[in-house]
């Protein structure tokens, strides 16, 4: 099954590691580190859209999504079931 992010992409659902809310997350100075490296090493990539509201960590890298994370569970639950 696959989780569509918004944009143009999707990820396999079996890839997936994590869906976070990047308000909630930026908050803490170990995330924002976290979100920093993962950048300057090339594994943040943007699915598209408007402003990106949560990131997905997936086997593949970070997925900034322009979609809450309640919408994102949803959407892996209706795939699940």
């Known amino acids: 099954m696959y989780l569509y992010l918004g944009g143009d992409k999707a990820l396999r659902t079996a890839t997936i590691l994590g ?10 100075a170990h995330s924002r580190a976290f979100l920093a490296q993962a ?21 593949e890298g970070i997925w900034l999504a322009p979609v809450n994370t309640v919408t994102l569970q949803k959407r892996v639950y209706t795939t699940l079931t």
């Open 19 to 28: 869906i976070f809310d990047l308000d909630t997350v930026t908050v803490q």
């Open 39 to 59: 950048q300057q090493q090339g594994c943040v990539h943007d699915a598209g859209g408007d402003l990106p509201r949560a990131f997905v960590l997936a086997d």
